[in-house]
């Protein structure tokens, strides 16, 4: 079944550590996506990468790092820099065509809380 | 600047009844796409339903239907007779034609009541 990955599910990480979340899709998607949801509020984007070796910001991109090595692959960092990183993450990806009407497919999340 | 805004934090409607979910939305852009998406306590991202700026119809899925009224900036989602599986959060989005990314509204948290 094509679908999206996201491991692990729940994450525990002590302040100061870098961690690096996983996101797999073989969907054949162009483009990936990680969001973070804090509790009670929406999705806010962290970064986006349309074609391998290359991605950008989102809203949010300070204290955290991607990579896009491979087509199917999109792991997130979350950087000791990152002040306040318990939260939600998901991995969302889509297809580059039609543009406006693409609708993005979702992981199931990475819970990550700080100790 | 895109903008979504969902006014209702929470709702309570009893099974079978339908329910109004609201969504208004703010862009420059003429070409543009929404979407509703639900969220159950799992915490993955369902999509439900897409609205295009020129579609002439308002969207229409299963018991899932879009009240589109593009003067006014709104695209509400209708779930006819609701059902105990339908609690969840449900979150109202827009992509602009340029854009490739979402913008998410804050949510609305629907609790089916027996």
């Known amino acids: 079944d094509g679908g999206i990955t996201q491991s692990p599910k729940y994450l525990f990480r002590k302040e100061g550590q870098n961690v690096t979340l996983s996101c797999e899709q073989n969907?054949?998607?162009?483009?990936m996506y990680w969001y973070r949801q804090d509790p009670g509020q929406g999705l806010r984007l962290i970064y986006y990468s349309q074609i391998v070796n290359d991605f950008q910001k989102g809203d949010i991109a300070e204290g955290y790092s991607v990579s896009r090595e491979k087509k199917e692959s999109f792991p997130l960092t979350v950087t000791s820099a990152q002040k306040n990183p318990t939260a939600f993450y998901l991995c969302a990806s889509s297809t580059l065509q039609g543009a406006v009407r693409n609708e993005q497919f979702f992981g199931p999340g990475t819970r990550l809380t700080v100790l | 600047a895109q903008k979504i805004t969902q006014t209702q934090p929470g709702m309570f409607v009893q099974e079978k009844e339908a329910v109004t979910l609201d969504c208004t939305y703010d862009t420059s852009d003429p070409s543009y796409g929404l979407f509703w998406y639900k969220q159950p306590s799992s915490g993955e991202m369902i999509f439900l339903i897409y609205?295009?700026?020129?579609?002439?119809q308002n969207a229409t899925e299963g018991r899932y239907s879009l009240n589109f009224q593009k003067a006014r900036k709104s695209a509400n989602l209708v779930i006819s007779a609701s059902q105990l599986g339908d609690s969840a959060m449900y979150f109202c989005?827009?992509?602009?034609?340029?854009?490739?990314?979402?913008?998410f509204g804050q949510g609305t948290r629907l609790t089916i009541n027996p």
């Open positions: 609205q295009g700026s020129y579609d002439q």
């Open positions: 989005a827009m992509r602009e034609a340029l854009a490739q990314k979402l913008v």
């Open positions: 969907l054949n998607h162009d483009a």
